[in-house]
C-alpha cells in the first residue's frame, strides 16, 4: 500500500486536464505514442465535440521513482456542475490532486469549487500551472492568484505545458512525493466506493471502486450496501488503457468489476461494495440518491414512434441511471415523455444521443424545475410538470429549489453581472476580490432563473470574461403562478409555465410576441394570448396570408420549383396541429429565446 498514489485531477473547463492526462500516460509508457492520438481518457464521440470528460474513469500507470516502483491510479473527474456528484465521489476515493489552472485564464468558477471538494476531503493539493507554452501566458499573475487562494508557497507551483510535455516529470515527482500513500486495513471487512459506472452492451455493468478496507476477491459473493442486492465478483481487475483482470484486489488500491447487473439503476455512485461473508458494519459516508433537477416533455415527431421513443429512453437509462423518463400526454403534442436530467447539459447530451444513436427526431418542450407544491388539505406533491399543477383555490403554497450561484469575473463586467444576477432574482451574499481586477460574487438565486437563459446573457454582459457554477441550497416558498399560452382560444399545454408573479406579466407579453415571430402565417388569423386563470394578460395576432410559395419561381423552372416544395414539406415534419394551427418545433422553446 506505501507504493500506491490515489489522485484526480481538477481543473475549471478547458484548462487542459485531458491533454495532461495524456502525457502522464506518455511519460509514464501507460499507452504508446499511437495509441494517444486521440484523449483517451475522453471516449464518448459526443464527449470528444463537446469536449467535455462526461464519464469519469480511472487508469493505472506504473512510475519508477529513485528505484523504487509506484503505481499511481489516476482518477478522472467529469468537469462540469451536473455531474458534480460524480465529481465528489471521485475526489473521495483519492489521496490527492492536482490543481490545473490555465496560466492564459487564470483561476476561473469550477476552479474554486473543485478545489473546495478536494479541500472538504482533505485531499493534498499541488497546484500546476498549465500551458505555460502559450505567449499570452500570465505565468507571475497566476502564480499570485494561486498563492493568494491556496495559502501555498510560490515554489510549491508546478509549471507545466501539456502540450510540449514540458515540466510532466515534475508532476509525477510530485505526485509521489506529496501525496500521501492510502490508508486503511486490508485484514478489515472489506469496504469498497463506487465511484462510477459504464454500461458495456456485451458484459453489463462495470463499476469502477476504490477499497478503503479490505480485499476484493475473484469470484466471491458480494452485497451493493445501499441498493441491498448481491452479486457473484464475476471479474474484477485494474484498469490499464485496457481493463487488466486480477485475482484480488486490496485496500488502498483502485479497480473495476463486472458481475452481470444489467441496469445501471443497480449500481449507484457512491454506494459500497461488501462481502457477503464477513460484511463491514457500515456503509462508507457521503452516498447520496442524485434526483433529476430539470424535467422536459419529450414527443415523437412522429406520432407513430412513441414506442420507439420508448424503447430509445429505455435503453439510454441502461448505461444513465440519473435520466428517468415517465409517460405523459400533451393536448397539442400527444403522447410522449416526461424526462428528468441532472441538468440542461445532461438535457442537450440525452436529445444528441437519441438522434444519434436511436435515430430519434424528438420535440422537447420548455425544460422547467420540480416545484413542492402544498395543498390547503396539508398533501405536498412534487410537481414536474406546470400543467400538472392542481387547482389554484387547492393550493396553500408552492415552494421551488434554490442554488447558491458563484460567478469569477473581471471588475468592470461585476456591475453588469450584478444587474443580471438581481434581474433573475438573485440575492447577493458576498463578494471577494481574489486580485484587484478579479472577483468572486455569489448569490442565493433560484434554480428556475438560470435554466432559461441564464448562461447566454452571463456571457453576453461579461463578453465572454466571466465563469460560473451553482449547487442546490435548499427548497424556498415562492410566488408562482401557471401561465397558459392559447392559440386561437384553445390552451396549449406544451406551453405552460410556472412564472414567479412579480414577472408574469412582462414575461407573458413578451412570450406572445415571440410566439408571433414564431408561428407561421396560415390562411386565417391567429390569436395568441397569454392567461392566469381566466383573465388575459397578453395578446397578439398573426395576421392570415394565402401563401403560394410556388408564386416566386418565375417560368417554368421545374427543379427549383420541386426543391422549394421539398423544402416546405421537410420543413411541415417538425410541426404541430394545434387545433387548426401549426406549430413549429422552434414555438415550444420559444422561452428560451426570448430577451
Ligand atoms: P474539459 O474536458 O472540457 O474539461 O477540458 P480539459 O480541461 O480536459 O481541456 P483539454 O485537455 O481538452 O484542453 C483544452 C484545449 O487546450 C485543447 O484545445 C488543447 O489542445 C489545449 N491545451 C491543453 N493543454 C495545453 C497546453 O499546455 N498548451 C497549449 N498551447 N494548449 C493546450
Do not use: W
Request: aromatic share 8%; proline share 4%.
Amino acid at each position: 500500500m506505501k507504493n500506491i498514489r490515489n489522485f484526480c485531477i481538477i481543473a475549471h473547463i478547458d484548462h487542459g486536464k485531458s491533454t495532461l492526462a495524456d502525457r502522464l500516460l506518455e511519460v509514464t509508457k501507460t499507452v504508446s505514442e499511437r495509441e494517444l492520438q486521440a484523449q483517451v481518457l475522453d471516449d464518448m464521440d459526443l464527449e470528444k465535440e463537446k469536449g467535455i470528460t462526461i464519464k469519469s474513469h480511472a487508469i493505472q500507470m506504473e512510475y519508477v521513482l529513485d528505484g523504487e516502483k509506484y503505481v499511481l491510479n489516476l482518477i478522472d473527474t467529469p468537469g462540469h456542475v451536473d455531474f458534480s456528484y460524480e465529481v465528489s465521489r471521485a475526489i473521495a476515493s483519492c489521496e490527492g490532486a492536482l490543481l490545473v489552472v490555465d496560466a492564459t485564464q487564470g483561476i476561473q468558477a469550477q476552479t474554486i469549487s473543485n478545489l473546495y471538494l478536494a479541500l472538504g476531503n482533505d485531499l493534498e493539493i499541488i497546484p500546476v500551472l498549465n500551458k505555460i507554452d502559450m505567449a499570452a501566458a500570465m505565468v507571475e499573475e497566476v502564480k499570485d492568484q494561486i498563492v493568494d487562494m491556496l495559502g501555498c508557497k510560490r515554489e510549491e507551483i508546478l509549471a507545466a505545458s501539456g502540450k510540449t510535455g514540458q515540466g510532466v516529470e515534475e508532476i509525477l515527482r510530485a505526485i509521489v512525493e506529496r501525496v500521501p500513500a492510502p490508508k486503511g486495513d486490508d485484514t478489515a471487512p472489506l469496504q469498497a466506493l463506487i465511484f462510477d459506472s459504464v454500461f458495456n452492451p456485451f458484459r453489463g455493468i462495470i463499476a469502477y471502486f476504490r477499497v478503503m478496507n479490505g480485499v476484493i476477491r475473484k469470484g466471491e459473493r458480494v452485497k451493493f450496501f445501499n441498493a441491498g442486492s448481491e452479486y457473484d465478483a464475476d471479474e474484477i481487475g485494474v484498469l490499464k488503457l485496457k481493463m487488466s483482470p486480477r485475482e484480488e484486489i486490496r485496500a488502498g488500491d483502485v479497480g473495476y468489476i463486472i458481475s452481470g447487473i444489467k441496469n445501471s439503476v443497480d449500481v449507484k455512485v457512491g454506494d459500497t461494495i461488501t462481502s457477503v461473508a464477513t460484511p463491514c458494519r457500515e456503509a462508507i459516508a457521503g452516498f447520496e440518491d442524485v434526483k433529476p433537477m430539470v424535467f422536459a416533455g419529450i414527443y415523437p415527431v412522429e406520432t407513430d414512434q412513441y414506442e420507439d421513443l420508448r424503447a430509445s429512453l429505455e435503453k439510454l437509462q441502461l448505461n444513465d441511471a440519473s435520466l428517468t423518463y415517465e409517460p405523459e400526454s400533451s393536448l397539442a403534442l400527444g403522447f410522449g415523455f416526461r424526462c428528468g436530467f441532472l441538468g440542461l447539459l445532461h438535457m442537450e447530451i440525452i436529445q444528441e444521443r437519441l438522434f444519434r444513436e436511436f435515430n430519434m427526431d424528438v420535440i422537447t418542450t420548455v425544460p422547467n424545475v420540480s416545484y413542492k407544491v402544498f395543498t390547503t388539505k396539508g398533501d405536498e406533491l412534487m410537481v414536474h410538470n406546470p400543467s400538472g399543477l392542481p387547482e389554484p383555490n387547492l393550493i396553500d403554497h408552492i415552494e421551488e429549489p434554490y442554488i447558491l450561484a458563484q460567478v469569477i469575473t473581471k471588475t468592470e463586467y461585476l456591475g453588469a453581472i450584478m444587474k443580471l444576477c438581481i434581474d433573475k432574482r438573485g440575492v447577493l451574499l458576498n463578494q471577494n476580490f481574489i486580485t484587484t481586477d478579479r472577483v468572486e460574487v455569489n448569490f442565493d438565486m433560484p434554480l428556475a432563473e438560470i435554466v432559461f437563459d441564464f448562461y447566454d446573457k452571463l456571457k453576453s454582459v461579461s463578453r465572454g470574461y466571466a465563469s460560473f457554477d451553482y449547487h442546490m441550497t435548499d427548497y424556498k416558498p415562492s410566488k408562482l403562478s401557471k401561465l397558459d399560452i392559447l392559440l386561437n382560444g384553445e390552451p396549449v399545454d406544451a406551453l405552460s409555465s410556472l412564472i414567479y408573479v412579480d414577472h408574469a406579466y412582462d414575461f407573458g407579453r413578451k412570450m406572445c410576441e415571440k410566439l408571433k415571430e414564431l408561428i407561421p402565417r396560415q390562411q386565417f388569423d391567429i390569436a395568441i394570448q397569454a392567461a392566469i386563470g381566466a383573465k388575459i394578460i397578453a395578446r397578439e395576432t398573426v395576421k392570415a396570408v394565402r401563401k403560394d410559395v410556388t408564386a416566386k419561381c418565375y417560368g417554368g423552372d421545374i427543379s427549383r420549383k420541386r426543391k422549394l416544395l421539398e423544402k416546405q414539406k421537410a420543413g411541415k415534419k417538425r410541426m404541430r396541429q394545434v387545433g387548426r394551427v401549426e406549430v413549429p418545433q422552434e414555438a415550444f422553446l420559444a422561452v428560451l429565446k426570448m430577451d
